[in-house]
């Protein structure tokens, strides 16, 4: 994809001037040189150009606001006064993977105070002897080399103010509101299936507190009956009490059998 194509597309709809990070990774440089960008991105503090073929920076605008500047895997040899003109601001530099020979091709970075992070990894520079030492004697400005400073101790991962992390950070913390937004409502949803499981079984408990109210009322009809059966009994005449009584358990009224043998 061309650089030009590719500037419109990482716009997204929006203003030059509303830009603060710019991606042209890959992309396709005309001739070598940058195309399409201009100072209308006056607020631009990360630019990123990582294997797009450039050749000279020569085109790059004023961009007083640049801090980081990643042209890593191109084939710039020079011309690296252009920074000192257009990025005064800049503080970190990748030019790892590029055609810088000499130590004396950096020494335009002298009028850049601020840098203070330079990577020159794969360049034939640093094969030169004392490489190192001598970066650090004609930049005394800068902090770090290829990720160590002049003591050999490693930079930390990463510039939160030169990186943009806030950006990320915000990204971030908006996944982490969505993921608790989601987690709550993942609770609620157990809070209201442990509320259904306890009104079953409050359901349960009282249609077995009426399955016992129903037995001891049957129980009490019963009591009832067996005993307006007695009040009756005693009503009638002592004959006829005993007479139902025998009925009752299945004999005869001696009475009765008299009778019958008579006959």
Known sequence: MEMKKRLTLELRNKKPGEVKE??????????????????????????????????SISNLPKLNKLRKLELSDNRISGGLEVLAERTPNLTHLNLSGNKIKDINTLEPLKKLPNLHSLDLFN??????????ESVFTLLPQLTYLDGFDADEQEAPDSDPEADGDGLEDEYENGEEGEEEEDDDEEDDLDEE??????DED??????????????????????????????????????EKRKRNLEDEGEEDPEDEEDDEDD
Do not use: H, Q, W
């Open 22 to 55: 710019l991606v042209l990774d890959n992309c396709r440089s005309d001739d070598g040189k940058i195309v399409g960008l201009s100072s209308d991105f006056e607020n631009l503090e990360f630019l990123s150009m990582i294997n797009v073929n450039l050749l």
């Open 202 to 239: 409050d359901d349960l408990e009282g249609e077995e507190e009426e399955d016992g109210v129903d037995d001891e009322e049957e129980d009490e009809e019963e009591d009832g009956e067996d005993e307006e059966d007695d009040e009756a009994d005693d009503d009638l005449p002592r004959g």
């Open 123 to 132: 360049c034939e520079v640093t094969m030169l002897i004392n490489y190192r």
């Open 193 to 198: 299936v442990i509320d259904e499981e306890d």
